[in-house]
């Protein structure tokens, strides 16, 4: 019985044995290497992270510089730009803009900017904000913007609708091309191209006036002194008075007309200097009524010097002969035999109005608005058959206006006509 307990006590430690004993020593092996395995696989996944880290740095200041650039290129462009919605509000607007607004950046952003446009084109601006939106491409549209000056733009408008998707709400990107300076320079070049139209139409008629108008009393002047070159021995002394007569009214004529011309050719030049002074215009009136008298006593015409001897204005001496000698052989060319002339003068204001009045034939309503026009010169024949150019009302009007004046005619047919025209008072 001892034995068996004893072989009993060896099988049980036998037991004992193989219970503490490791079940698996090779799995645990495997452990380890599948640790390592684990930690191997860690530290690569690790330097690919950290790779992957570098790289997202590298792009994000590269995005970084990117997005300065973008910046940069955006506020300092010398194009004024706006970034708007769906409903026109700023939401981003660059230097160039506020600078021609005149507004801050801050101040700008917020607001409509259809506030800025008057109101006869903001349907022009609805219309194209819509169209920018609803297309993928660039529109354009000519408009104005006023800025907080009130100055007026006149400005080209290219808008895109931006493709942002980290943003849901839909804006778009609209510049403003400048085209103040470039409109002024057309409008500039469009006035000097119909000044220049009116200028060679008017050219075109002088060359007319000249060829015909000089022409004539040239060949009565070479009639005149033909005959009395050829005939005079077997002239009377009357007959010789009364050639002679002629051969001076058509000189004066002529010199009239030649005196005209000079004064416009001066004028389309600029050479006809402008030199007012303090004058005496009773003496002056005086001095023309003494020239032209002889045309009046021949037609048996009184002339009256109603102007007060007192009356003194500040002008041109030469313009203003010129506009009064003019007006008073014109008024001798529309004047019946026996009729009156009157020239005066009425103190108004810093202005004295001087009149030169006549009994004659007076003029048309549809023919008194264009007398002082270069552009619609006509002659028209006087009470004797006088012949005329035309040039002497509308030079009348440039030297007037020449002497901060203004000039013009009450009139009727058969009633006679009234020019009247303004001046400075004397300058003391």
Not at 52 to 78: A, G, H, M
Not at 299 to 306: A, L, P, V
Request: with cysteine; hydrophobic share 35%; charged share 30%.
């Amino acid at each position: 019985m001892k034995r068996t307990n004893k072989e009993s006590g060896k099988t049980i430690n036998k037991k004992a044995k193989k219970k503490t004993e490791p079940k698996h020593k090779k799995p645990a092996v495997e452990k380890i290497e599948d640790i390592q395995r684990l930690v191997h696989l860690l530290q690569v996944h690790q330097v690919e992270l950290e790779h992957q880290n570098e790289e997202l740095r590298i792009t994000q200041e590269e995005l970084e510089v990117s997005r300065n650039k973008y910046v940069n290129l955006f506020d300092f462009s010398p194009i004024p730009y706006f970034t708007l919605d769906l409903h026109s509000i700023i939401k981003e607007v660059n230097l160039s803009a506020s600078k021609m607004f005149g507004i801050d950046r801050s101040k700008l952003i917020g607001k409509s900017f259809i506030t800025y446009i008057p109101l006869d084109e903001k349907d022009i601006f609805n219309s194209f904000i819509k169209t920018v939106f609803n297309s993928p491409i660039k529109h354009s549209c000519e408009l104005k913007v006023i800025n907080k000056d009130k100055r007026l733009f006149h400005v080209l408008l290219e808008g895109l609708e931006l493709d942002d998707t980290l943003e849901p709400d839909q804006k778009c990107q609209v510049a403003l091309i400048d085209l103040t300076e470039y409109k002024r320079v057309e409008d500039s070049l469009k006035e000097s191209n119909e000044e220049l139209k009116l200028l060679n139409t008017t050219k075109d008629k002088f060359f007319s006036i000249i060829a015909h108008d000089l022409r004539k009393p040239f060949e009565s002047l070479l009639s005149y002194s033909e005959l009395l070159a050829k005939e005079i021995e077997s002239l009377s002394h009357e007959e010789i008075i009364l050639f002679s007569k002629g051969l001076n009214d058509n000189l004066k004529n002529l010199y009239g007309l030649l005196e005209n011309l000079l004064h416009w050719s001066m004028m389309q030049r600029n050479m006809l200097e402008y030199k007012p002074v303090n004058l005496n215009l009773y003496d002056l009136v005086n001095k023309i009524i003494g020239i032209s008298n002889q045309s009046a006593i021949d037609k048996i015409i009184s002339i009256s010097n109603n102007v007060d001897t007192g009356t003194f204005v500040y002008a041109d001496v030469d313009m203003l002969r010129s506009v009064v000698q003019n007006l008073i052989i014109n008024a001798i060319k529309f004047t019946q035999t026996g009729g009156q002339i009157i020239v005066s003068s009425t103190e108004k204001g810093d202005f004295v109005e001087v009149s030169v009045q006549d009994t004659g034939i007076g003029i048309g309503s549809e023919k008194s608005s264009e007398l002082f026009n270069f552009n619609t010169i006509f002659t028209t024949k006087g009470t004797a058959g006088e012949k005329g150019t035309g040039l002497g009302l509308p030079l009348c009007k440039e030297f007037v206006e020449r002497n901060d004046g203004k000039i013009w005619v009450d009139s009727e047919s058969g009633k006679g006509s009234k020019f009247t025209f303004t001046l400075r008072k004397t300058i003391l």
